[in-house]
């Protein structure tokens, strides 16, 4: 069974925008799913008004996972961290013309790199900050959620 990917998310996997480690980052958030293995790192540099000024990404997975990467990055260049913590997994799909149902999934990844990297920006600067990955699988990017979310274990 063949997939249909629109021509955006082939353009975003063919010719990715922001791809490649961003030395001067001050923030960096790294995402994954256990069960499909994408790998998602995301890196920001956020200036002193806190506008992400710069972001680069690298992913490791499939045409879904490199397409949303690359998309996110564009959605969020140049936007203060207050909106781009608004970027929901949804935001992607519609910009890329939808995925797959069997790739939302690289669409979370997506949205939870950026939430991830804007957290450790937070944590570099002893900002308390929520933990960005409401939903998420454990073990989804290496944070121990129930212990992080205050439940008992």
Known sequence: MAMEYSEKVMEHFAHPHNVGVLED????????????????????????????????????????????SSIATDMIKGKPLSEALKLTNQAVVESLDGLPAVKIHCSVLAEQAVKAAIADYYKRKGIPYDHPCDGCEEGCCGHDHEHEHGEEE
């Not at 790998?39 to 956020?46: D, F, H, N, Q, T």
């Open 25 to 68: 980052a001050n923030a960096v958030g790294e995402v994954g799913n256990a069960k499909c293995g994408d790998i998602m790192r995301m890196y920001l540099k956020i200036n002193d008004e806190e506008v992400i000024e710069d972001v680069k990404f690298q992913t490791f997975g499939c045409a879904s996972a490199i397409a949303t």
